[in-house]
C-alpha cells in the first residue's frame, strides 16, 4: 500500500509550479481616522479606518504602511488591533474576519468558515497566545491554532443580553464582556459556564448604551453613554467602576470633567480621553491629567485614540500620531501621505505624479515623497509662491510642452504652476466676464489636452464641465463648450454651446493627436467631433461630427497610433483616426464613474486601461481583456476615476479610496528556497457533514501545491492555492464525490520545498 502511494507520488513530481503572476502594486493613502494603536517600546502600530496599517519606528523616526492586497491584509479598513506573546498580530476587517500577520511575515484569515461567530469582529483580546474576541453576534476564542469555541454556540441559547460585544477584560480568574444593553462576567476556572448580568449602577435603558470596559488587572472601568437631560439632540459619556463588595457600579471619572469619550487600557494602565485633555488613573484609583495631552470634542471629531508603551511613554492619534516627550510637550508623528483619499484625476510630468483630492487638495509624488497642497489655503497677488489659491475641488488637468501643469478649480481659479524651480511658482488664470456665473463656468474643466511638441504651438484646450447645472438660482449654469489658451498661458477663445460642431457645453474628452494635430472632442450623450487645430489659435474651427459614433455617451478618449479609444457609457469604441471610421465595439466591466475625469489612457505598447465604477480593464493586443478589481489585486476602490500611463509604462489610477500605481511588465524574482517545508492542515481531525468540510493549510510558504491520497494510494484530490490560511480541501474526490472517513496523506509543495502530512476525516 505504502509503495503504491509513493509511486503515485513519484509520478507526479514533474508537475511544473504555476508561473509568478506578472505586475507590481502600490498603494498611496492618506491616514484620516485612527481606530486602535498600540505603542511598544521600539515600534508604534495604528489601525486606521481607510488606509490599513502604519507602523513608526521609535528608533529610526520613520514610517511605513501595510495595505490591503489578495493573500494579505484583507482590507484598508481595521477597526482593532492586538499581539498575542508569540509575536502575531490581529487585525480585525469588517465584514472579512481577522487578519492574521505572523513574525516571518506570512498573513493568513481566520473567518466565520474557522467557526468566527461573525466575520465582523468588534473587539480583540489578548491573553499569552490565547485571543479573546468580540464579534457582533456573540464571543469566540483563538487557542493559537484554531477558534476553539464560541458563545453562544450554534444552536444554543445566548447568556448575553446583547450579542453585540464591545469589550472583553479579565482580572485574575474573572472575565468580564460588555455589550451595548450591559455587562456580564464569568469564572475562566468554570470554563465560562455560567455568566452573570452585572447592569447595577449603571444608567442602561433605551436612551443609553454601554460603550465599553477597560481595566489595569484589577480594577474594572465602564464607560456608558446617553441622552442629555438638557439636551436631547446631545449626549453625555459617564465612566464608572465596578466595586466587587457591593456587586454595583459606581461613578469613577476625571474630577474636572463629567465627559469621557473612550477608556484605553495599555501596559497596565488606564487612559481616558476627554473634552479636557487624557487623563491617566494611577493603581490607588487617583486621576491625573496628563500636561499637555490631547482633548476630544462633544461630538468625537476628532477621533482620539490614546496609548501607553510599556517604557511609560504616551501617544495619541488624531490624523496623525503624537508623541509625549518631556512634559508638557507632545511632538507630532505624522506619517507620510497624499493630501486625501477621494482621488478625481491623475498626471504625470518628468517623473512626478500629480494627484488632485475632491474637497481635500492637490498632491505630487516626487522621488518617493509626497508634498501636499491643501484644500482652503490662499495667498495674495497672481504668482503664489508655495501654494494655490484655492485647490477646494481640482478636477481637469494636463500638462504642456513646458511640464507647466494646469489644473482647474471648480471652486476657484484655472491654475498653471511650474514647481521645478524653487520657490514654485504658481499663476492664476482667469477667464475673465461681467457675469460672475459665467466667470466661475469656465473654471469648471472636466477634460484636457495640450500640445507636448517642441514649441506647444496648438496650445492648450480645456473641456467645461458644470457645477450649476439645473440650478434655479444662477444666471448661467450649463456647460461653456471648449476654452482654448496659447503657449504663454493667456486665455485665446471660447467655443461656446451654440458654436457649429459644438454638440453641447458639456464636453467628457478631449485628446490631441500629437502628430496631426487633431483634436477629437466627446460629448455628453452626444457623440464625437473631430478638427485639425488651426496654425493659428483662435481661429475658426471646423468641427465635424464623427457619424460612426453615433450619439454614444462619452466620458473619455485616449489615442494611440491610428486608434481613437473612446470610453462611453454604450461600452469601449475603437476608431480609426485615419478615416474616422468604427473599428470595433468591446464590453466594459461597468458603468463609468460620474466622478471620473480621464478615466482611460493608452500605454507604450498600445495596451488601454479602461476605469470604470467596476475596477480597471486591461485590454492587451492578443489577449483576452483582464479585470483588477480590489478582489484580486491592491485596487484601493472600485470606482476608479483617473487613469494615467507614463512613458515607462506604469500605470496610475486614482480612485474613490486613494491611488495606486501599476507595472503591468513587473516580474518578481524568484523567492528563496526554503530548505524546508512544515505544514499544519487544520481543523485536523476533520469532521465530514452533509456539506463537507472546509479543510485549510498553514507553513512557512505563501503559495502551496499538492495531492491527497487515501489509504491504498488512490489520488483523491489536486490542490493549489496562495495564502496561508486558504482552504484546500472540501471532502469531495476528483469525481466530486464525498470521501469516507478514514486517514488521507498529503503532500504539499511550497517555497521551493516539500513536506508531507496527514489528516483524518471523521464522521
Known sequence: MLRRM????????AIVSPVLAQGRWATYLRMKTCTDLIPLRDTVWVATREAGLLRYSRALDQWSSITREPSGLASNRVDAITFDRSGNLYCSVPGKGISRLDPDGRW???????????????????????????????LAVWDGETIAGSIPDRGTASPFIDDRINGICITGDTMFVSSPKGVHLARLSQRLATWQLINTGLPVGPAYNIVGIATNGRDLLGLASGQNPQNTAQNVFTSFRWFTPLSRWISDFPPTSSSVRRLRDDSGVILATTTNGTWQRSPAGVWGQLAGSPSTDNGDATNLEVGMAPDGVAFASAGGVLQQQASPTWVSRTPPGPVGNNCRNVAWSNGSVYAVYNGEGVSRLR???????????????NACDTTFSNAAFPGGMVVDFQDRKWIGMWAGPLVAFDDDVNPPVFINKQFTSTNSDTTHLHTCIHAAAADTTAGGQAGIWFGLDSDRIGCTSCATGDPQGVDVYDRSGNFIRNYGPNYPGVKNGLVRGLELAQGTNEMWVGFKQQGLGAFSVPRTLGSELDIQSVS?????????????????????AEGLRRFRASDRSLASSLAIAGPPSLASMHPID???????????????????????????????????????????VDPNGTVWIGTASGVNSFEPDYIPPPAPKLPSLTVTLYPNPAWLTGIGFNLRIKGQATEYEGEMYDLNGRLVHRFRVTGNGSAVWNGRDLDQRQVDPGIYFVRVRGGGAEGTSRVVVLR
Not at 120 to 126: D, E, F, M, P, Q
Not at 367 to 381: E, K, L, Q
Not at 548 to 568: N, T
Open 602 to 644: 493608452t500605454g507604450p505598447d498600445g495596451s488601454v486601461y479602461v476605469g470604470t465604477d467596476a475596477g480597471l480593464r486591461v485590454h492587451r493586443r492578443g489577449q483576452l481583456p483582464v479585470d483588477y478589481t480590489p478582489t484580486n489585486s491592491p485596487l484601493a476602490d472600485l470606482s476608479v476615476r483617473g487613469v494615467f
Open 548 to 568: 460612426a459614433a453615433g450619439a454614444i455617451d462619452v466620458f473619455g478618449v485616449a489615442i494611440h497610433g491610428d486608434s481613437v479609444w473612446v470610453l462611453a
Open 367 to 381: 522621488d518617493g515623497v509626497w508634498r501636499n497642497f491643501p484644500a482652503g489655503i490662499s495667498c495674495s497677488g
Open 6 to 13: 509513493l509511486l503515485a507520488m513519484g509520478l507526479l513530481a
Open 108 to 138: 493568513s484569515l481566520i473567518n466565520a468558515f474557522d467557526g468566527l461567530p461573525s466575520d465582523t469582529v468588534t473587539v480583540l483580546r489578548a491573553q499569552g497566545d490565547t485571543i479573546w474576541i468580540g464579534t457582533t453576534r456573540g
